[in-house]
RNA sequence: GCCCUUGUAGCUCAGUCGGUAGAGCACUUCCUUGGUAAGGAAGAGGUCGGCGGUUCAAAUCCGCUCGAGGGCUCCA
């Protein structure tokens, strides 16, 4: 068993006052697990009172008394058979007997006692209760027992704690915090996006401000990819269904897609028949009913684009890109603003290779993901290699070629800089991948830019190129996409950026300011010549005060603002205040001004 | 999909024991022309998420349903 840290105990210790107290209010409870957390800890529960928030309250009154209680933590070892008579005198068999079963032989069976709560526990905790002093409990959740869907749904209790009152505060102060900067509430604030229930649940409608940040990335993009002799493409939102079944989409990930669009003639002909809905949908499963597929991915389409010319490997790499737009049936659980959505843009392309050029393009591939990462200033991220978990059977392909596609993007991360881990069960169904995968506000992580290799893909299409021998090779695909998805990039980029976006990504790169209607005139030629400079930016000429302007620009998040009054005037000056260096910049003569913004458009200037 | 919480004006929220809606900000108009984060006045804006029930009477009580939030499961 792995030591614990310190700040690792005393949460662990909570998580066992937190069971001591809920069996003092609710005795009948059967406890399964209560582990620390990155940020707090847990305990899970099987009580038939369903738990309210007024329980949490009382709960955390009885948490202090265990505390003032002062009880002295006690670990005792017993073997196997007085550990399950341990479990039985406690009355705790529901979950702690299984949870016993669970210990591998060999390894000691521990108890930790704590007043009159006993629990099977490998530890460790402080040594006495009073040791906690700033604790807090959260809220209540459900949760699976041992994470199955199949199991009891057990009431779950979050909380969190740590050694000082001062470091509790300064953790919930920072909650606040995080939650000023959460993208849904700036995305409203800034009208960067709306989501509308007519429209649908995780459909996203990117407003004109928001359209304009987008429109940049992808600007951005295109420029890089052009760079590294990519070929833009346009495919379809939908294909037929046949396509989905070469390609394994359909019907093996059917309940994560939206259902299929059945041909009218055929279901026409179904309902005279009197064909029920379950038929229909064996029709469907079975292939004989045709229908479109809302398209989950934009692979089978390149690939056909691939595949509609013979190739020889002269041609290759083939890059196909394509800001291809992809539907999943996403469970509504799940949803959340725009990071997790059911219609979503992946910056997406498919690179068809031969085996011998593998390696360079995927460093290629990581090169992009990784100057994307390094324009947007966005360093706060982790690196993940997925690899099959060898116990699922969800994986298409043979193993010898997962074994070389697996050892390809090994050999491509290790040339890479950046730490980065492997897990098991990570990878997509044809292939292994790397992710870029970045925290937001509330520490939920998410995967952003993503390369996969994919050996099964030009097998189950049966992709060929020529070679210099004049014979038939299989290429190798390569599936990247640097943002992973416009939408949830953006919405993360929100967060990162708490809305103060680089002038370059600002939906409003410069406000003009009059102070008085007097300057209205120059205003206006003004904004002529910041328009004529391609930079994005208005008058405010609302019947305000001047203050009044500027609060509204600097909550606006407009990075300059371009003041003018009866001075600027005569002078045919502008004065400069910036988001990040609020007051007076002092004027200076308006193309020195527009060529200063212009200046820091074009260098992708990061706001410090 | 499951558990818990939640849904009143564009936004943030108030609305006691059931008696058919209120504030601030934003918006419109008028006055004000003010030098670096809120000048003043007036006005407009809501079938209280939806459907059904109880009641003389429902934003308020009950049922169902839709959406949102936090988790769990899932995420090709």
New binding site residues.
Partial sequence: MKEMTPLEELRHSAAHVLATAVLRLFPETQLDIGPPTDTGF?YDFDLDH????DDLVRIEDEMRKVAKENQRFERFETSREEGEAMIRKIGQERYKLGRLADIPQGEPISFYRNGEFVDLCAGTHVNYTKKLKAFKL???????HR???KNK?L??I?GTAFPTKAELDAYMEQLEEAKKR?H??LG??LKLFH?D?AV???LVLWTPKGSVIRQELQDFISDELRKQGYSQVFTPHIGKLGL?RTS???P??K???FNPVVERDALERLADEGCSCSELSNHIDEGTVDGYLLK??NCPMHIKIFDSQPRSYRDLPVRLAEFGT????????????MT?VRGFTQDDAHIFCMEEQVGAEIRGCLDLVRIVFRTLGMNDYRVRI?LRDPDST?YTGNPELWDKAETALRDAASSLDVPHTEEP???????P?IDFVVKDV????W?LGTV?VDYNLPERFELNYVGADNKEHRPVMI?RAPFGSMERFTGVLIEHFAGNFPVWLSPEQVRV???????LDFAREIEAQLKAANIRCSIDS???????K???A??ERIPY?F???????AEGQV???SRTN????G?RPVAEAVARIIEAIESRELPC
């Fill in positions: 847990y369903k738990l309210t928030q959260l809220s209540i959740a459900g949760a699976y994470g199955d869907e749904q009431q779950r979050y959460d849904r509430k409203r604030e989501i229930e649908g649940q995780g989905y394994g989409h359909f093996y990930y309940e994560s897609q989950p991915m992809v539907y999943r049936w996403e469970q509504s659980g799940e949803l959340s603003g997790r997925g969800k069960g990570e990878a997509a169904f044809y292939g991948k509330i520490g939920r992580e995967q996969q599936h300011l009059p102070i008085t209607d007097d300057q609302h019947a305000d005060k001047f203050g009044a500027v609060r509204r600097e909550l603002m003041v003018v009054g009866k001075n600027e005037v004065t400069i205040r609020k007051g007076d910049e004027s």
